[in-house]
């Protein structure tokens, strides 16, 4: 990463590396300059100080006591065009563990960064965030989290509003108003939460905050060298859950971008930079929200199976966008039944509980609308949506596929009277059960359960089916059966480190790898406990947990509303894979979780967002950002799971709108990874001279073979012998150089967390 140079004036073109390149200097703020003279706020008034840090004065929030936060407005008079393309960047010391996030309004979204044995995000909240801390080494000098954005119409004071939602008719919030324009500049804020939720190191400080603008963003613009015709490929997505509201007021001049279609290109340009292939926007999101036209061209009344929202085009003119930059589609859907007030086959609620009810949980919102997989009017429901969101566009752009995921009650394990009868009519020799039986019959309640899902898997074959026999070659189903934001905990009540060590029912984890620190820091925090990581991923922990049904309580049926996945039902079915969730390391140590996900079409995982909503200051209004670790260790999940997995889809489930906050190493990886054909591949024994540096082979027939290397460490790697396994010309499989090898030999050298991508041919 290209250093700071504190001294660069105004205007100054500045070389920020590999990625960036050549960028004008617009605006800069010391941080630590208490007469730096740009617009400051802070909350609470007196939350922040300036100390030195590294011999450099730096703002700091301490950790101490509630949620803060620091602000400073930058770009104010200089100039700033809508829809330019800029470079936020925000110097901190990685002197400590630190744990802090940035906001930048200038584009509404939000990224956080953690430092060190940090546990990447709030110890407590509405969920178990899942926290690692792992002795990640640092730098002991300034480094800078760097972002790309493209700056908005109208813009945000610091309250930030949750946005207005599609179907919403009531007056619109005043508190989400935009009334910024941008030569007022925008609000960058550094906040952090409270001090029970920092239990290791410090919180934000930093030297300087710096705008770039970049004069020409197509330029930018990751040459991805995907394999050679005739071989499939790998798909890199991402959704996005707390974003939309951006664009949603009826009033355009209330949206962040007026042209709706405007703000969804500015995602497309950040893909293109950061070498992402496949869009997943959602086609429906909890239940309802359709982006397109709902009047089902089948139906010659016309009648709506879905509410209309305001926007009927949104999806369709997203799609004519996309034609342009070459990108893939895997539509994103949270399907429950059809909403409309007239004929909407999720507002029936045909699923029922085992108790006879037809709401399994406490979430509400969730609970509106269900849909029954063994119904075939689910299938008909389904067909619409196919037909609406795909078929009719598949002329427009590449369809990979769709992904559904499920949230509470949505495609929920029915016991309905209809259901017990299909169930014994196919399963139970023509005897009828009742749900009392069911109760009382753990043997009958599993062949039951076995049941289902087989129904569940029939419905997911036949949307595949259909999407194939319409057209969209090689379609794929992704499902994602984990309803949960940080990815689905470890269970309580597993032993984790020894026989002596269990993780009590509603007890928080912090998997580590320096167990003895922390039980020394959660001594004082009765709630948390810490968990070896060794002893997770030795023992498939994370699989045992993606995999089983979900824990309930009280009269709640958590275990029906979201059935777990069943990946061994999919193994040697073509076109269906359930996803593996992943968010830290310790979920994709196992090689054994990726075989078990594993299908004849690959294996997919998604990165599950946390839940760390309003954990912030409340005068920062609505707050949700994904954490990740600093510089290349923000892909040190990623290496690893190429490296004890290889999976061939990677989604990100986003907690707002997304970006990356170490961009040079999130393409350097997507580009290897998207070199690679969607071929299975196997770990070559003793390949590599470091027994950190895993190499896997894929047999790519007349294309030759591809070796996958990857540095599982958190070192960098000098003079690595990598031992061929065919004699042959190495070439780097993304830019194609020649690479010299002695004696069926290659020497490499590869930073901690690094993916390389080679080919041997001839």
């Known amino acids: 990463m290209a250093q700071v140079n504190p001294t660069e004036p105004l205007g100054a073109t500045v070389d920020l590396g590999s990625l960036f390149g050549t960028v004008r200097l617009i605006d800069r703020v010391s941080c630590g300059d208490t007469t730096d003279a740009h617009r400051f706020t802070e909350g609470p008034v007196g939350a922040s100080r300036v100390e030195t840090i590294l011999g450099q004065a730096c703002r700091v929030l301490p950790v101490e006591g509630a949620a803060k936060y620091f602000a400073y407005r930058l770009g104010e008079g200089k100039g700033l065009r809508v829809g330019a393309a800029y470079v936020l960047a925000v110097e901190y010391p990685e002197d400590q563990p630190r744990t802090f996030v940035v906001q930048n309004r200038g584009a509404e979204y939000a990224r956080g960064v953690y430092t060190g044995q940090a546990i990447g995000d709030v110890l407590y909240t509405y969920t178990n965030n899942n926290c690692e801390s792992l002795r990640v080494p640092l730098t002991g000098r300034f480094e800078a989290q760097r972002s790309l954005f493209f700056l908005h119409e109208h813009l945000t004071e610091i309250f930030q509003p949750r946005g207005i939602e599609p179907d919403e008719r009531g007056t619109e919030d005043e508190k989400g108003m935009r009334p910024l324009s941008p030569a007022d500049g925008f609000w960058v804020v550094v906040t952090q939460s409270r001090d029970e939720n920092i239990p290791l190191g410090g919180g934000a400080a930093v030297a300087s905050i710096r705008l770039y603008e970049v004069a020409d963003v197509d330029r930018l613009y990751a040459d991805v060298k995907f394999p050679p015709a005739g071989l499939p490929r790998r798909h890199l997505f991402f959704r996005e859950e707390m974003s939309d509201g951006i664009i949603n ?53 016309g009648d709506r199976w879905y509410r209309q929202t305001r926007f009927p085009t949104r999806w369709a003119d997203q799609l004519a966008m996309l034609a342009k930059y070459g990108i893939d589609v895997l539509p994103y859907t949270e399907y429950a039944g059809s909403d409309s007030k007239i004929d909407g086959l999720g507002r029936e609620k045909r699923c029922h509980t085992l108790a006879g009810t037809n709401t399994y949980t406490h979430i509400v919102w969730s609970e509106k609308y269900n849909a029954d997989v063994t119904d075939p009017d689910t299938f008909e429901d389904v067909r619409k949506l196919l037909d609406s969101a795909i078929l009719r566009h598949k002329g427009v752009v590449p369809f990979v596929g769709i992904w559904f995921r499920t949230r509470p009650s949505h495609l929920s394990m029915s016991f309905s009277d209809r259901c017990l009868g299909l169930f014994a009519d196919a399963a139970n020799d023509g005897q009828p059960i009742t749900r009392d039986q069911l109760r009382a019959d753990a043997a009958l309640y599993e062949r039951y359960r076995a049941w289902w899902f087989e129904q569940r898997k029939a419905f997911l074959l036949q949307v595949r089916d259909y999407l194939r026999q319409q057209g969209v070659d090689d379609a794929v189903v992704l499902f994602t059966a984990d309803s949960t934001e940080p990815g689905v905990p470890l269970r309580g009540g597993m032993t984790i480190l020894d026989e002596n060590l269990q993780v009590p029912a509603g007890k928080i984890g912090v998997v580590t790898d320096d167990v003895e620190t922390w039980r020394r820091i959660l001594a004082n925090h009765p709630k948390a406990v810490a968990i070896d990581i060794n002893a997770v991923i030795a023992n498939d922990l994370h699989l045992t947990a993606a995999t089983s049904p979900q824990p309930t309580w009280g009269d709640w049926e958590w275990q029906h509303s979201v059935p777990e996945a069943d990946p061994q039902r999919y193994k040697d079915v073509p076109g269906v894979m359930m996803t593996l969730p992943f968010n830290r390391a310790y979920m994709v140590g196992s090689p054994r979780a990726f075989d078990a996900f594993r299908t004849p079409s690959g294996g997919a995982m998604i990165h599950h967002a946390p839940l760390n909503e309003n954990s912030m200051h409340k005068e920062l209004g609505y707050f949700v950002a994904d954490m990740e ?37 999130v393409r350097d990886f997507n580009t290897n990874f998207l070199a690679l054909p969607a071929l299975p591949s196997a770990v070559l024994s003793n390949a590599a001279s470091d027994d950190e540096v895993v190499v896997r082979q894929i047999d790519a027939r007349e294309h030759g073979s591809y070796l996958v290397i990857v540095n599982v460490g958190l070192t960098d790697k000098t003079d690595v012998t990598v031992r061929l396994p065919q004699a042959g010309t190495v070439l780097d499989a993304v830019t194609g150089a020649k690479i010299e090898t002695v004696d069926q030999t290659i020497q490499l050298s590869l930073r901690a967390c690094q993916l390389r991508s080679l080919r041997i041919v001839g």
């Open 629 to 665: 670790r600093s510089r290349m260790y923000s892909m040190l999940s990623e290496a690893r799971a190429v490296a004890f997995g290889d999976p061939w889809y990677i989604g990100y489930m986003h907690a707002n709108s997304f970006n990356r906050g170490f961009p040079e190493y």
């Open 249 to 301: 007021s009826r009033n355009p001049t209330d949206r962040g971008v007026e042209d709706q279609t405007r703000w969804f290109e500015h995602k497309a340009r950040l893909m293109r930079v950061l070498g992402v292939n496949t869009w997943a926007k959602d086609i429906l999101e909890f239940g309802g929200n359709p982006p397109f036209d709902t009047t089902y061209r089948g139906n010659d009344a």
